[in-house]
């Protein structure tokens, strides 16, 4: 009876042992591969203290099993962000390599300044560069972005720009910063921004303010 008790005894031992040392394994493992550290690459302050508490709720989170989505969505929804790169570097660390938006232009909604990004979002305004062009009208983001990329596809610089003006109808006005207005068309602003530089080198035209380019196949010129 002595002897099957001390059996008992050694074998209750040897599973708590087991059980103990698999538990202890396995907070250990567990502990090694939580994030501890987050390394945000791309943005510079004043943006980085503000961007990186959004990601806080992530520290000690187990970096095999980070909800993705949750975690991509919550970098994506920062208005700064034009795209980024997640990295892990293992066992507990996620670096986050970002690309900042390109303001293109400022514009009013609603008695309030915005900066519209290249990423399409807006951003409440702050001092970064007083130099970017101000929308007048109310266009979609789609069709500012769409005049950018024209532009920057034409002989014209984007940054020579001072203000632009959208109509109801879908066409713009653009200012230079030399105050010459362009009314362009709606249609076919490509061939017509082409038009319209070559003007700019005559020397007969240089002291006009207005070139009004709005009717197909014309350049209208007005001091």
């Not at 951003?123 to 007083?130: E, I, S």
């Not at 020579?160 to 653009?174: F, T």
């Given at each position: 009876m002595h002897q099957q008790t001390d059996k008992n005894l050694i074998v209750y031992l040897f599973f708590f042992i087991v059980l103990s040392t698999f538990h202890n394994l396995t907070f250990k493992v567990s502990n090694?591969?939580?994030i501890n550290s987050i390394e945000i690459?791309?943005?510079e302050n004043p943006f980085l203290d503000n961007f990186k508490s959004n990601i806080y709720d992530f520290y000690d989170d187990n970096i095999f099993f980070i909800e993705r989505d949750i975690f991509n969505n919550l970098i994506a929804s920062n208005t700064l962000v034009e795209n980024f790169h997640v990295f892990k570097k293992y066992p507990s660390k996620l670096q986050i390599n970002i690309n900042k938006t390109n303001f293109l232009a400022k514009k009013n909604i609603d008695g309030e300044n915005f900066l519209v990004g290249s990423n399409g979002k807006l951003?409440?305004?702050?001092?970064?560069?007083?130099?970017?062009?101000?929308i007048f009208g109310n266009p979609d983001i789609d069709e500012v972005l769409k005049l950018n990329l024209i532009i920057n596809n034409s002989k014209f610089k984007y940054d020579?720009?001072?203000?632009?003006?959208?109509?109801?109808?879908?066409?713009?006005?653009?200012e230079t910063k030399k105050n010459i207005l362009i009314k362009l068309p709606k249609e076919d602003l490509a061939n017509v921004l082409e038009t319209v530089f070559n003007f700019q080198f005559n020397q007969s035209f240089k002291n006009y303010k207005i070139i009004d380019a709005r009717i197909k196949n014309q350049i209208i010129l007005n001091d």
């Open positions: 090694f591969f939580k690459i791309g943005f951003t409440k305004y702050f001092l970064l560069n007083d130099e970017l062009p101000f020579d720009l001072k203000n632009l003006y959208y109509y109801k109808s879908g066409r713009w006005d653009v």
